[in-house]
């Protein structure tokens, strides 16, 4: 076995029993203080159900009503003359708003068009490049009663165009 692969192993139970021992001497209850953090981890779940539903019915909309394939239709003369594939624009559009929708994608781009095609890898690529920004906006500022959220929603959008752009550039210069 090899050395990461030993860190790896133990790099979990190490912080834990760290944190145990360091409460422990510090004489906090850390049993209790675990139970109370489990319990309001409980209610922020149910907190947050209404936000995810509502996204995942959004995603759900816009991809069965076919609005996605028509947006694709219209900038396939245009990502064409820019060597783009058409095909990766769903996972570019998905990715913002669902992680489990574009890991879907993802799965689907690689096993149609393999893991070392250039989809594959520009897929693989962006997955990594990008956030689920509108399920950490919805899900986390709705759990803590955040309704401004304009200024953060822009700034996230950017930085999964950037990611994105990133994405496209690195992998056609590598592997092209």
Same mark, same amino acid.
């Given at each position: !076995?090899?050395? =990461? /692969? %030993?860190?790896s #192993?133990?790099?979990i139970p @190490?912080?834990?029993?760290?944190v145990?021992i *360091?409460g @422990?001497?510090?004489?906090? &209850?850390?049993?209790? /203080? ?8 409980v209610? !922020?779940?149910?907190?947050i =159900? &209404? ?5 995942l ?8 009503s076919?609005a996605?394939?028509?947006?694709i *239709?219209?900038?396939? &003369?245009?990502? $064409?003359?820019i060597?783009? &594939?058409a095909d990766i624009?769903p996972?570019a559009l998905?990715?913002p708003?669902?992680?489990t ?5 993802t %799965?689907d781009l #690689?096993?149609?068009? +393999?893991?070392? *095609?250039? #989809?594959?890898r520009?897929a693989s690529?962006m $997955?990594?490049?990008?956030? @689920? %920004?509108f ?6 500022? +709705?759990?803590?009663?955040?309704r401004k959220? +304009?200024?953060?929603?822009k700034v996230?959008l950017?930085a999964d165009l950037i +990611?994105?752009?990133? *994405?496209i550039?690195?992998?056609? =210069?590598i592997?092209?």
């Open positions: !076995m090899g050395w =990461i /692969t %030993t860190i #192993i133990w790099i @190490t912080i834990i029993a760290f145990l *360091s @422990t001497v510090k004489r906090v &209850p850390t049993y209790e /203080t675990f139970v109370e953090g489990a319990k309001e981890g209610k !922020m779940s149910f907190s =159900i &209404p936000y995810l539903v509502g996204m019915v959004a995603i759900t909309v816009f991809r069965a076919g996605m394939e028509y947006f *239709s219209l900038l396939r &003369p245009f990502l $064409q003359m060597g783009i &594939p624009v996972l998905i990715r708003l669902s992680g929708g574009a890991l879907g994608m %799965t #690689i096993s149609t068009h +393999g893991p070392d *095609s250039f #989809i594959g520009l690529t $997955q990594g490049s990008t956030d @689920t %920004t399920y950490v906006l919805t899900v986390y500022f +709705g759990a803590v009663g955040i959220m +304009g200024d953060a929603l996230g950017l +990611g994105v752009i990133a *994405s550039i690195i992998v056609t =210069i592997f092209m």
